[in-house]
Every structure is written in C-alpha cells, then in structure tokens.
C-alpha cells in the first residue's frame, strides 16, 4: 500500500511539471487499520512545498469505510529531472 502512495506521488510530479523524482526522507509515518484483501482504497496527496530539486508532500491512504490505513507527514523526493515550464 505504502509503494503505490509513493507512485501517486510521483505520478503528480509528472503531471504537474513534467518531472521524475525518487524518494529521499519521510518526517512521520503512521499506520491505522489494515486493509482487507481486495478491498479498494484511496489515497489523497498534498504538495507540500517545492523548490530546487525536492518536492515535500503529505498524503493519506483511506480504506473503503473511510478509516487511515497509514498516513505520511513530510515525505521528501529528489528530482531526476528538471521539472519543465507548464504552457
């Protein structure tokens, strides 16, 4: 669960500005309640800050009936690539 929240990460990175990163820090990470198998989640992300060559957001994953699988304060993630000017 936690690796497919770092792809959603990355994924707005992409869409956002075109950019690839890795991840390079986490400030806090907190689990709740399991996951059933099968069961479909959803996670919301926020970008934090960005600047220079990181991006810093905080996101949480949600089960089905709303509880926090896990939460995320401060990940940090290292650009790869130059983030290109959006038109």
């Known amino acids: 669960a936690?690796?497919?929240?770092?792809?959603?990460c990355s994924v707005l990175a992409y869409v956002r500005d075109?950019?690839?990163?890795?991840?390079?820090?986490?400030?806090?990470?907190?689990?709740?309640?399991?996951?059933?198998?099968?069961?479909?989640?959803?996670v919301a992300v926020q970008l934090r800050e960005t600047?220079?060559?990181?991006a810093?957001?905080?996101?949480?994953?949600?089960?089905?009936?709303?509880?926090?699988i896990l939460d995320a304060q401060g990940y940090q993630a290292t650009y790869l690539t130059a983030a290109l000017p959006t038109p």
């Not at 936690?2 to 959603?8: E, I, R």
């Not at 990163?21 to 479909?40: T, V, W, Y």
């Open 2 to 8: 936690l690796d497919a929240c770092l792809l959603a």
């Open 18 to 42: 075109k950019a690839l990163h890795l991840p390079s820090g986490l400030d806090l990470l907190q689990f709740g309640s399991p996951p059933r198998a099968g069961e479909l989640c959803q």
């Open 51 to 54: 600047g220079g060559s990181r």
């Open 56 to 68: 810093v957001y905080d996101f949480t994953l949600y089960r089905d009936d709303g509880r926090v």
